[in-house]
C-alpha cells in the first residue's frame, strides 16, 4: 500500500510540474500577444490619423477580388467579442495624448487600451 501511494504522489508531482510549465509559457505567449496588438493600434490610430488630416482623393481603388470581399471579416469582429481583462490593469497606447487616448483606435468614443481575455 506505501508503495502505490508513493508512485501515485511522484506522478502527481510530475504532473504538477508540468503545469506549472505550462502556466509559465502561456504567460510568455500571452505577453508576446499583448504586445503585438499594442502595435497594431497604435498603426491603426496613426493611419487613421493620416486619412483624417488627408485631403479628400475620391474613393479609394478597390483591391479585394469578388471572391475575397465576400468573405473578409469586419474589422468590428475582433472588437465586438473582446472580453476586457480585470485582472490586469489596461495600459494606454504609448505616444497618444490623452484627448486621442479617449478616442480609441476606431474613433468609436472607446479609450484607446488593449485588453486580451
Avoid at 488627408?54 to 475582433?78: F, I
Wanted: a negative charge.
Amino acid at each position: 500500500m506505501i508503495v502505490q501511494v508513493q508512485a501515485r504522489l511522484a506522478a502527481l508531482k510530475q504532473e504538477y510540474q508540468a503545469g506549472e510549465e505550462q502556466l509559465r509559457d502561456l504567460a510568455r505567449r500571452e505577453v508576446a500577444l499583448r504586445e503585438t496588438m499594442l502595435r497594431i493600434a497604435g498603426a491603426i490610430m496613426v493611419l487613421e490619423e493620416v486619412l483624417s488630416t488627408a485631403p479628400e482623393a475620391g474613393p479609394a481603388p478597390e483591391t479585394a477580388t469578388p471572391d475575397t470581399a465576400a468573405t473578409a471579416v469586419p474589422d468590428t469582429a475582433v472588437r465586438d467579442t473582446a472580453v476586457p481583462d480585470t485582472t490586469v490593469p489596461d495600459t494606454a497606447v504609448p505616444g497618444t495624448s490623452p484627448a486621442a487616448a479617449g478616442r480609441g483606435p476606431h474613433g468609436d468614443g472607446q479609450p484607446a487600451v488593449l485588453t486580451v481575455p
